[in-house]
């Protein structure tokens, strides 16, 4: 690995004139059946991005769970810098949030005057908190339906992506089909130094590359 780094081929990727770094994005999109990808330094990073991307106005809201590693782990980051609100939905021991407390949850854009927005769901693939309990295709596609029937985006935080993939037997590309944007990490199960990417449709990524460089 050291070896293959020291020859690879860098240049500037913020111009995207780096063909390691647009090839790695591709590959990696391409084996989560998204559009595009992008390479950021770290885990944290990727999640802050994929959560701002939603959201053009300050004190929108997001939906995620009250022991997930955006809302306890990553200080406090999506309020800090991005201005959004969290709205915790408590988790279960396996790591799922009860569909009947999430929607509940989801605020009625009538009251826009008083509440926030409603704009983004968060989940884990794998719950760390949860023991690294593996949360089922079936209820990935429960999720992605509830944020479609409201008109919300559904991002995955899919640090340990692959190892879900390998202990469900399910591709990981159907795994995260229900999901816009995913989070993947490289250095969680697949051993790389650094670094995580993060994959979506191509004007998804086109704003996230933005708010990299911002």
């Known amino acids: 690995m050291r070896a293959v780094m020291a020859t690879a081929e860098v240049d500037d990727d913020v111009l995207g004139a780096d063909l390691t770094a647009f090839q790695l994005e591709s590959e990696v999109a391409k084996i989560m059946g998204k559009e595009a ?11 802050l991005i994929s959560v701002l991307v939603h959201y053009d106005i300050r004190g929108s809201e997001v939906i995620l769970g009250d022991n997930s590693h955006i809302h306890i782990y990553e ?14 939905v408590k988790n279960n021991e396996d790591g799922t949030m009860d569909i009947n407390l999430m929607e ?22 794998s719950h ?32 340990r992506i692959f190892n879900a ?11 995260v ?12 199960g697949l051993g ?3 670094g995580s990417v993060i994959v979506g ?3 998804f990524i086109t704003k996230a590359r933005r708010l990299r460089k911002t």
């Open 165 to 175: 993939s390998v202990a469900l037997g399910v591709p990981v590309h159907r795994l």
């Open 201 to 203: 449709s191509k004007s």
């Open 192 to 194: 790389a130094p650094v």
């Open 75 to 88: 200080n406090g980051g999506i309020s800090t810098i991005g201005k959004v609100h969290p709205r915790p």
């Open 37 to 47: 990808g992008l390479f950021v330094p770290s885990s944290t990073m990727s999640n």
């Open 128 to 159: 760390a908190n949860s023991g690294g309990r593996c949360l089922s295709v079936e209820y990935k596609d429960r999720v992605g339906k509830l944020a479609k029937k409201h008109g919300l985006k559904l991002h995955i935080d899919g640090d």
């Open 177 to 188: 089909h229900a999901a816009d944007l995913v989070s993947v990490c490289l250095s969680k």
């Open 104 to 125: 509940p949850a989801i605020r009625d854009p009538r009251g826009e005057l008083v509440y926030p927005i409603t704009r983004l769901i968060c989940q884990k693939k």
